[in-house]
């Protein structure tokens, strides 16, 4: 290599190890990440490519440290056993380099464990004659946080296990996503996302703030443990298993390379399905003899490796906010961004949850922020990465976009108060009526109740049954054969069970799952009419803010009016007393789990609630009956441990 050209090189590495290093600080020291996952890994490994190629390496790289340090806010706690980090890869050529660069230290055969890459906090616990005597984040390796009292608030740490000797547990803090979302639902303070709700709720000083986030944790090591020696990684899963502690539903072993790539594409296939986020595989060699003989470098061991999935974070610059008014009448900003390419897809917009995450993310035009896309959705921005002198403020807005209204603050949000009187909601609100799990009109979608409105001024639910086929001819891609079916699916809507109608009726935050919770507890639409805040929020997963959003549809003059037109002189509804309670679920609640062979998730789920059951989809205390289709995952193991009734599908279907 040339002199000039290694010059260069070591001139950009420089800049790219000052960049990750400040990055780094931004995110380990101060929680306050300035880049995405993305583009760190970028130039981490671009850094290490240069290091290569000239065989040079700063004294400050970041490839020579095991990660951050820790907060002066909490007590320092040395690790009896370094926490090393793992080796990444990115491609299936670097998992064979991996395999071959270990074949050439020492031949062995070849056997590998596959697990979860848990995308959470990383936590190492310690115990001691059985009990639980310290818990720490991982820190640099060498030295983290005590984060005991937090930790003990994790309902999935046992505070005592079995094992009596010395021993630390290695594993990951996270937050299901299901937990997350009822927490915003439940919350006035919206968290931003999985991983930030996991490392505020542990790094932070209260403990009851940890507990109220509803926290899990995943074991996958064992770390350290002079007591006992282990022959494998399937034989520390087992003990960890044994021991009380979770493990997740994902523990594969692998004899071959080309099993490893199968069960990577299968993973990173149905990633989003998951009720937690991973980031990857994690593949180790699965006897540990075998890794005692291939060792460590200064930051990893040699016979593990991180496979990294393609990352659905990244940054990129917010040039405009424009607002839009749902069917409510809530005001919601969308992000106008510089596209930028992310899951394979180019983005450019995203959303923010209202005026006041604006604030609370002190997001300007003109920033650059952290977006994240997951379950193919619009992406979400996350926080601010970098704000700058010409940014610039965003004003809270004061008139409807579609109708001009003088909108209304109730603090937490912005509403237009046109509802009578406001294009977007109107078409917005029979939109939802006429949808697949409401009154299921097939025929009428968002354009043709535009039509609708603007030249017949079709503004209620009651409206619909009255169209027809003179209106209907004067649309546009309307012929004699779409208005008969469409007439004839306005006519079949008529008979309508209970929850379908509560969830056609679009009141705010409720969904078909809420609805069909309501229609348990009320049995019909008068009950639930009748009902005051209090009484709707001992309904499950009903809190003040939706309870109070209920009580007041049903207690506004024209939704009252609008109810009463329809039910008098339209619709027929099937209250939830007209359920038979002869069936065996009748008064039971049951969670499913694992993959259903005579049926889908959604037919059982049916089938049971036709029968007086309820469906969850958590265990808890309250369950009454899990029901197992092929590869259970972690709800088998709890619902064995407390005890619940365990049902396979063969005697499901004997009992229908």
């Known amino acids: 290599m040339e002199e000039i050209e290694k010059q260069k090189l070591i001139d950009e590495m420089k800049v790219l190890t000052e960049k990750i290093n400040k990055a ?15 583009e760190w890994d970028e130039m981490y490994y671009r850094l290490l ?33 370094k926490l090393y980090s793992l080796a990444k890869a990115q491609s299936m050529s670097e998992i064979i380099d991996w395999n071959t660069r270990n074949q050439n230290i020492y031949s062995f055969k070849e056997e590998f464990s596959v697990e979860y890459k848990f995308d959470g906090l990383s936590l190492c616990i310690t115990y001691n004659d059985g009990k639980l005597v310290r818990a720490a984040t991982r820190g640099n390796g060498e030295i983290g946080e005590d984060v005991t009292e937090q930790v003990k ?12 000797g010395e021993i630390d547990i290695q594993g990951e803090g996270i937050i299901k996503l299901s937990e997350l979302e009822r927490y915003n639902k439940n919350s006035d303070e919206k968290l931003k996302n999985a991983r930030n709700a996991v490392a505020g709720a542990i790094r932070n000083l209260d403990p009851k703030i940890t507990a109220k986030r509803n926290l899990d944790f995943f074991a996958y090591n064992v770390n350290y443990c002079p007591d006992h020696n282990f022959k494998s990684q399937t034989e520390i899963c087992d003990f960890l298993k044994n021991q009380g502690f979770l493990v997740g539903d994902f523990f594969k072993i692998a004899s071959s390379i080309s099993e490893i790539e199968t069960l990577i594409t299968e993973v990173e296939k149905n990633r989003n399905s998951l009720d937690f986020l991973i980031d990857g595989l994690v593949i180790k060699v699965n006897d540990t003899s075998v890794r005692e003989n291939l ?15 393609e990352a659905e974070e990244t940054s990129t610059i917010l040039n405009d906010i424009t607002f839009q008014v749902g069917r409510t009448g809530k005001i919601t900003p969308v992000a ?43 992406p979400e921005i996350l926080s601010v990465a970098e704000t700058y002198d010409t940014s610039k403020s965003i004003e809270k807005p004061r008139n409807c976009p579609c109708c001009g209204a003088v909108l209304l603050d109730t603090g937490t949000e912005i509403y237009c108060p046109n509802h009578l009187g406001c294009r977007t909601q109107i078409v917005l609100k029979l939109t939802n009526f006429a949808s697949r799990n409401a009154m299921n009109i097939e025929g009428l979608s968002k354009k043709t109740f535009e039509q609708l409105y603007d030249k ?8 619909i049954y009255k169209l027809t086929p003179e209106k209907l001819l004067g649309l546009d891609g309307f012929k004699d054969k779409k208005i008969t079916n469409v007439l004839n699916s306005i006519r079949q809507s008529k008979n309508v069970k209970l929850p379908n109608f509560i969830f056609a009726l679009g009141i705010d935050g409720v969904g078909i799952k809420t609805a069909k919770q309501l229609s348990k507890v009320y049995k019909n639409l ?6 005051s805040i209090e009484n709707l929020m001992e309904v499950d997963d009903i809190a003040e803010i939706m309870a109070t959003d209920i009580y007041h549809y049903f207690h506004d003059d024209y939704f009252i009016s609008e109810i009463r037109e329809l039910t008098n002189n339209f619709i027929t509804i099937e209250n939830e007393s007209e359920v038979s309670s002869s069936g065996y679920f009748y008064g039971k609640k049951v969670v499913l789990t694992g993959t259903l062979t005579n049926f889908s998730r959604n037919d059982a789920e049916k089938i049971i609630e036709s029968q007086g059951g309820m469906t969850s989809s958590s265990v808890s205390g309250s369950t009454n009956i899990l029901l197992v289709g092929d590869n259970p995952g972690s709800k088998f193991d709890k619902a064995k441990k407390l005890g619940i009734q365990i049902m396979y599908e063969e005697e499901f279907l004997k009992l229908i």
Not at 295 to 308: D, I, L, Q, S
Not at 355 to 370: P, T
Not at 456 to 463: E, R, V, Y
């Open 336 to 378: 106008e961004l510089e596209p930028t390419e992310l899951c394979g897809v180019t983005i450019k917009r995203a959303t923010l949850n209202n005026y006041n995450d604006i604030l609370r993310k002190k997001v300007k035009i003109g920033d650059r922020v952290f977006i994240r896309r997951s379950n193919d959705v619009i």
């Open 456 to 463: 017949f001024n079709l503004k209620s639910f009651s409206d």
């Open 24 to 38: 780094s600080y931004n995110y380990y020291v101060l929680d306050n990440p300035t880049i995405s996952d993305k």
């Open 153 to 164: 608030t994790i309902r999935t740490v046992p505070l005592n296990i079995d094992f009596k």
């Open 49 to 81: 490519e240069i290091e290569k190629l000239t065989g040079i390496i700063l004294p400050n790289s970041p490839s020579q440290k095991v990660g951050g340090e820790t907060l002066e806010k909490f007590q320092k706690v040395t690790h009896s056993h």
């Open 526 to 531: 008068d009950n639930l009419m009748s009902a």
């Open 295 to 309: 060792g460590f470098t200064e930051k990893t061991p040699r016979w593990a490796v991180a496979y990294k999935f």
